[in-house]
């Protein structure tokens, strides 16, 4: 069972650098520094100019609206399209379960100011949560978001509860190419907390450049050996 376990999560991974580029999606030398609370930001820039501006509030996605679930699952892909106050107007959610030995049940539930996701004992899973559209249309929702974020300093993701090892992806695509994020949470259990993905800390995904002025997609891939609620996502 182990030999198939790592067998599909090496499949899982090859995917994955598909989507990302092969520019190492999982470069792991060095991790992003981790920052615990938005007060690491001195800085209040207030509304970026250009494009599209973002809500005032500097807010992507607290979750309470575009309620969905997943329902149980064992195995497959779970894809859907919600609508509601997100950046963009929708967002893509698509839940993988990759390895479930134990065939225990797999549930993504998102409503009431909250993302819930539970993975099983020792399944392999990953859930994408996507703002945004690429140029070709591949695998996105909506159209470009065609904002501007060069006025910001970063993304924050707000957690409300995590138990178990959570690796965490940002991938931010504008029309000038794309670069990559990468948080890490080890074992344990977190009550609210927050964690910080600064824009100087990403990395090119193609070896290309970017532009935060025009951003079409904010791409969120998250792998987790346990439970997580987050509780919204915005700018800082």
Do not use: C
């Amino acid at each position: 069972m182990l030999f198939k376990h790592t067998i599909n999560r090496r499949n899982f991974i090859k995917g994955a650098t598909a989507l990302l580029g092969a520019s190492a999606l999982y470069r792991l030398n060095p991790p992003m520094a981790q920052a615990a609370v938005a007060d690491d930001v001195h800085s209040n820039p207030g509304l970026p100019t250009g494009a599209r501006p973002v809500a005032q509030a500097a807010l992507i996605d607290d979750f309470s609206t575009g309620p969905d679930n997943s329902g149980i699952l064992f195995s497959g892909v779970w894809a859907r399209i919600q609508a509601g106050s997100m950046l963009g107007g929708r967002r893509l959610t698509r839940l993988t379960v990759a390895d479930n030995p134990r065939e225990h049940p797999v549930y993504l539930d998102i409503g009431s100011g909250f993302l819930n996701w539970s993975t099983g004992i020792r399944s392999w899973t990953k859930l994408e949560v996507i703002y945004g559209k690429s140029e070709d249309g591949k695998d996105f929702v909506n159209d470009p978001l065609h904002v501007d974020l060069s006025g910001y300093a970063g993304l924050q993701v707000n957690y409300d509860h995590l138990v178990g090892r959570l690796d965490a992806h940002v991938t931010i695509f504008t029309g000038a190419g794309r670069k990559h994020g990468l948080l890490k949470e080890g074992p344990g259990i977190q009550d609210t907390f927050s964690r910080i993905y600064r824009f100087d800390d990403f990395t090119p995904s193609a070896g290309g450049t970017w532009n935060l002025a025009d951003v079409h997609v904010i791409l969120f891939m998250y792998t987790i050996e346990g439970d997580v609620s987050i509780s919204s996502i915005e700018l800082i």
